[in-house]
């Protein structure tokens, strides 16, 4: 997408790039823990592993942040300024609805670019999921403060938001994962 390569799929590893595993947080309470002890912890949208195949995994940002690497080789967790480039290209007022997937959404997107956006939804810091089906929300690797991190979301809702929203989150939440390629 204009000079940037994005993978056409939300991240799914239960490992990092040196092979370490991630803790799945299946429970409530594994998830709150993970968070409390600032560890890097995965779970699939409502601790189905049908999700995994369809929206990829969720992460809290220890994982993002870690530096034992969430993306493949050669790909990294981007950054505020990746997703700025993307949606400059792309032109923010309709940018959500060009990476939308056409399927899986109340109003499904056009994917002009084969990005494939899907509503994978959230996991709260309490452990309870929301919005499979109305949001999707990606992690950058950008913070705000030691608290928070920046993220970038699509979304169906009443108000027909075509935009990739920008905003930010505390850490212990659960997002989606794209990856987009190093620049050489």
Known sequence: IGKQEWLAENVSTPVFLNGDSILHA??????????????PALCYY??????DGIHGRLYNWYAVSSSKQLCPKGYHVPTRS???????FIGNKTAGDQLKGKVGWKENGLDQFGFNA?????????GDFTNIGNYTIWWTSSTTNVYAATYRMIRDDVYKNSKLLQSNDIFEHGYCVRCVKDLN
């Open 118 to 126: 899907t509503p994978g939804g959230q996991r709260t810091p309490n």
């Open 46 to 51: 409502d601790s189905n592993p049908d999700n």
């Open 26 to 39: 299946k429970t409530k309470q594994q998830w709150v823990w993970a968070g409390r002890k600032q560890l």
């Open 82 to 88: 990746d997703w700025n480039e993307l949606t400059k």
